[in-house]
Every structure is written in structure tokens, then in C-alpha cells.
């Protein structure tokens, strides 16, 4: 090596090679996914069929405001939103979307522990009332994450005892109770996976409402979670079909788009949805990861629209 060449010069130009190398294989593989996306979407796609009673939920799409989201929905043909504040809802109600769930305690804060029934039943008992004022035929429930020093089997009980405290409730004001169940083995992200949650496994979340044994006590089957946790998804459609009261999608890994990347295939599951004869609404709850979250929500709105 020459004395006009130190290493320390071969090394500077190396990584400034490899700099430029890693830059222009980033830039052509996103080239790649835009391409893609291109092949994908339908710019100026609106809902055709309407045999899915597609909905939103909120907090996906934030900061995008509700009211904002609610007008892409009108434009796109989804006729429900979710997940956003009570205050909202006035608002998107007279843009003609209708209010698919309201929102209670929590999915952290749940009657696993007794001690936070007097909380659970007082977030439910609003969120039938405000279900009630705004047309609204669902109240999401959770059973709570399991706390050391609680057995699997008094978290259980004590769930159902909470579930028994409120349901004549709902059953006086025609409100539907939908328990969601949730995969506790997606760790990397705090809204893609809940490591701890009690009812991570479906089928015991409905051997629970069958316990509850009321015709509001119903199932909210969230089809990311149940392909991470259950799998089977279309036969446990047919199998649950009359406990089923309300549907969310997302792509599967990551919870994103319903694309190519992921693994679920959403058009079979809608049809699916439309054989079990379901009325209820099927949510949009993947988290966006495309440049453009509306081109994102245009391309699931065709996905399902079988």
C-alpha cells in the first residue's frame, strides 16, 4: 500500500462503498413496493357490492382526525367507524356512518382481579348507554390480563360473576356484549400483541359466553388474532357463527395491510362471513404502513368487498 494510500483511507472509501450500495438497494426495493402497490390499487375504487357491512377503526389511522377518516370512509363506501371519542360521534353520525362499537374498560384493566369490577362495570354500563344513544348494537368487553396470585380458574370465575352483574343490562336495553379475544405471542409492538392477556385463546373465550348463557353475551372474533392463537379461521366462523356479533381484520404478520405480504386469505374469509348469513360489521383494524394510509384503507375496503 502506498504511503498516498493510508488503510484508513481504504476504509473510508469501503464504507462510503457500501453506504452508496445499501442506499440504492433501499431505494430500488422501495421502487419495487410502489410498483406493487400500483398493481394493487384501484385509485378511484368505491365498495360495489356491500354484501360486508364494512367499518374502520380510529385509532389505525391517527393522527388522521375522526371526522377526516369519516369522509374518506363516505367516499370509499364503508358505512361504520370505530375507535374514536364519544365527542366524535355526533359529527360522523351526520355523515352518515353509523357507530359499529363503543369502547369500555380496556383490555389491561379487566375482571381477571375482582378488584377492578366496580371499574369494569361502570365503563360498561356508559358504554350501553352511549351504545343506546347512538344507535349502536355492540359494547366491547375484555377479560383482563392475569395477575400473579389469580388462578386461571378464579380469573375465569371472576369474569363470568362481572359478566352476570351487567348483562341483564344489556339485555333491558338491546345491547350486545362482545368479549374479544387477543394473541398474547406477538410481543413487538403494544397494539400487535398482549403477552399476558387472559383470553388469548378463542375457544375458551367462548366457552365463557356460553357460561354467561344470555343471548347479548357475544363474541367479538378478531381474525388477526384468532389466525395468530387458533388458526382454522373459516371453519371457527361456521363453528361460532351464532355467538359472532362483530368481525376485525388485519394482515397477518404484523398486523398490517390486507396485501400479498401477509399470509391471510381475506377474500375467501369474507365469503365465508357472507355464507354464516352475518349481518354485523366487519372492522378495518390493520395498522397502516403504506405512504398513504387512505390508499391503504381504499385497497382493504376492495379486498372484502366479495
Known amino acids: 500500500m502506498s504511503a498516498s494510500f493510508s488503510r484508513r483511507d481504504l476504509l473510508r472509501t469501503t464504507t462510503g462503498a457500501l453506504a452508496l450500495g445499501s442506499a440504492a438497494g433501499w431505494h430500488a426495493s422501495a421502487q419495487a413496493d410502489e410498483k406493487r402497490r400500483e398493481k394493487?390499487?384501484?385509485?378511484?375504487?368505491?365498495?360495489?357490492?356491500?354484501?360486508?357491512?364494512?367499518?374502520?377503526?380510529?385509532?389505525c389511522f391517527n393522527p388522521l382526525p375522526a371526522v377526516e377518516l369519516a369522509k374518506h370512509?363516505?367516499?370509499?363506501?364503508?358505512?361504520?367507524?370505530?375507535?374514536?371519542?364519544?365527542d366524535h360521534y355526533p359529527a360522523v353520525r351526520k355523515?352518515?356512518?353509523?357507530?359499529?362499537?363503543?369502547?369500555?374498560?380496556?383490555?389491561?384493566?379487566?375482571?381477571?382481579?375482582?378488584?377492578?369490577?366496580?371499574?369494569?362495570?361502570?365503563?360498561?354500563?356508559?358504554?350501553?348507554?352511549?351504545?343506546?344513544?347512538?344507535?349502536?348494537?355492540?359494547?366491547?368487553?375484555?377479560?383482563?390480563?392475569?395477575?400473579?396470585?389469580?388462578?386461571?380458574?378464579?380469573?375465569?370465575?371472576?369474569?363470568?360473576?362481572?359478566?352476570?352483574?351487567?348483562?341483564?343490562?344489556?339485555?333491558?336495553?338491546k345491547v350486545n356484549l362482545c368479549l374479544e379475544h387477543l394473541n398474547s405471542r406477538d410481543g413487538s409492538h403494544p397494539m400487535k400483541g398482549h403477552p399476558g392477556y387472559f383470553g388469548d385463546d378463542v375457544d375458551f373465550c367462548v366457552d365463557l359466553i356460553k357460561q354467561v348463557d344470555s343471548?347479548?353475551?357475544?363474541?367479538?372474533?378478531?381474525?388477526?388474532?384468532?389466525?395468530?392463537?387458533?388458526?382454522?379461521?373459516?371453519?371457527?366462523?361456521?363453528?361460532?357463527?351464532?355467538?359472532?356479533?362483530?368481525?376485525?381484520?388485519?394482515?397477518?404478520p404484523g398486523r398490517c395491510e390486507l396485501d400479498d405480504k401477509q399470509e391471510i386469505n381475506y377474500p375467501a374469509v369474507m365469503q365465508a362471513i357472507i355464507d354464516i348469513d352475518f349481518r354485523g360489521f366487519v372492522a378495518q383494524e390493520f395498522i397502516p404502513t403504506w405512504p398513504d394510509k387512505i390508499e391503504a384503507l381504499r385497497h382493504a375496503a376492495k379486498v372484502c368487498d366479495v
Open 73 to 86: 370512509c363516505r367516499e370509499i363506501g364503508i358505512v361504520g367507524i370505530e375507535g374514536i371519542g364519544a
Open 215 to 252: 343471548p347479548r353475551m357475544k363474541l367479538l372474533f378478531d381474525i388477526y388474532h384468532v389466525q395468530i392463537m387458533n388458526g382454522d379461521v373459516i371453519r371457527r366462523l361456521r363453528q361460532y357463527k351464532d355467538v359472532i356479533s362483530h368481525i376485525h381484520t388485519a394482515g397477518n
Open 95 to 173: 355523515l352518515g356512518l353509523k357507530i359499529s362499537l363503543v369502547g369500555s374498560h380496556g383490555f389491561a384493566k379487566g375482571p381477571f382481579n375482582r378488584d377492578n369490577h366496580e371499574f369494569c362495570l361502570a365503563k360498561l354500563r356508559t358504554g350501553i348507554d352511549l351504545a343506546v344513544e347512538n344507535e349502536c348494537e355492540n359494547v366491547i368487553t375484555f377479560t383482563g390480563m392475569r395477575e400473579q396470585g389469580i388462578s386461571d380458574e378464579q380469573g375465569a370465575k371472576n369474569c363470568l360473576d362481572l359478566w352476570k352483574q351487567v348483562i341483564g343490562y344489556a339485555e333491558e336495553k
Open 40 to 59: 394493487l390499487v384501484e385509485p378511484d375504487f368505491k365498495v360495489k357490492h356491500g354484501r360486508i357491512r364494512q367499518s374502520v377503526m380510529g385509532w
